[in-house]
């Protein structure tokens, strides 16, 4: 399955290089022991992490910490290196997350002393953020409650100390957007200002500083760790049409959302597995719908108010929700599995915050913030219809599958500037550098470039992904290889379908 899913998104990845952690005990960790493992590891390794608390405390009063990883500069923004977060226990009895991203904090340590080459790598050209508990109150309820038959209650420390559910508490950005939808050129992203949002009634304090921790600092691709069941879940998360519970509500980026989620589900032993046991027991319909482990949000469950959509919809930051178990509260004993389980998949991710493109916007050596990066697909021949911005320092950073595209910045008071690039993804390598140096618009205006053709020699791994996830050939030999192994197969089929798929 490894080498399958390894083929399957052309990064190359194949983890026989993960480590076994050393000195890690597995468990419950409560509020103090959390502060203490993320100071040992501060101490085991001080250049490469950093401490930090969110504005604002919990209701309870507990700061909302994080650990921030990377090479060379902790505690500072660096132009084209892309900034990742992992956020966990955001439903304080869903403890899973907590756990896996504490033993991960101790893995990125220990990775970079013995110089793992993967764990060596993120950090020097990534910044990488994780909070293990977005809901530390909630943790402390749901831990005292007693088990009954081996399991904790349901809900208990699911909300905040005010009762408050943290992934329906953002602002409704959804609504906003699907209004926007219906106008020509209506917003598509950065729909919300950081004082709108936080103008927003009856915000949570812990939703409060999330809101202001995700303006401030230009975050790239992200993930919301959760438990109760096991999918890998992507925008959008809420119904375009209301009154409906469950609908399919792509959004404009739905190809590459449904990449990023199968590669964190495909690194999971049993996440995409057609044939593991679901979680509800008494009949749980979810699994035709979970193929591949993965679901659009939506299409699940309606959901309003979600730290994911606001994420992608409110910020340049691509966020997917991850389902990591049908236990929320196992026993501590049971935790080192569940680590296992997702080491690798949790590694993957982060590396997709390097694919597509990334670069400079300036103009005569002057940088532009707030730029708007647009993007046509030229291999589908559409625009995607979510641009990103540039950040404060002139730098943009916006995920692309393998393809063809056209690549237009518009700023105020400048010429739009367009540039024709092939994306071609690959394991451990930085996104494309595709810089941009605008003409004022006081300028004599610059001539235009030739129209973009797209490439013919696509690569079939990751270029045609949609065609490709849609294809018979997937439908057909991707489970057989997903089964077997069988790389020489895939290979084989690979080459013989080339001409046939039309590519
Ligand atoms: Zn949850």
Redesign the pocket.
Known sequence: MRLFAAVFFGLGVVFCRAFELKNFNFGDHGYNSVLTLLNETNKLCPDISRIYSLDEKTVEGRDLVVIEFTADTPGTHVVGKPEFKYVGN??GN?VVSREVLLALVAYLCQGYREKNKEVTWLLQKTRIHIMPSMNPDGWELANSRPRKNGKKPWLDG?ANANNVDL?RNFPEVDKLEYKYEKLKDGLNNHIMTLNKALSTPHLAPETRAVIKWLYSIPFVLSSNL???DLVANYPYDESRDYSKTSQYSASPDDVLFRYLAKSYSKFHPSMSDPMRTPCDMSGDQDLPEFKDGITNGAKWYSVAGGMQDFNYLATNCFEITLELGCNKFPYPKEEKKYWEDNREALVNYMFQVHIGIKGVVESNGKKVPNATIKVINMTSGSPIKHDVLSGKLGDYYRLLMNGDYKIRVVADGYYPEERCVTVSNKHMKEAQVVDFNLTPSSSKEPERRNDCVPSRQLDLDGGMEQKLQDSLYDRIYGDYVYNTNDYQLYDYLKRILRPVIGI
Request: hydrophobic residues 10%.
């Open positions: 955001m439903h869903e699911r992934n959760h438990g109760g």
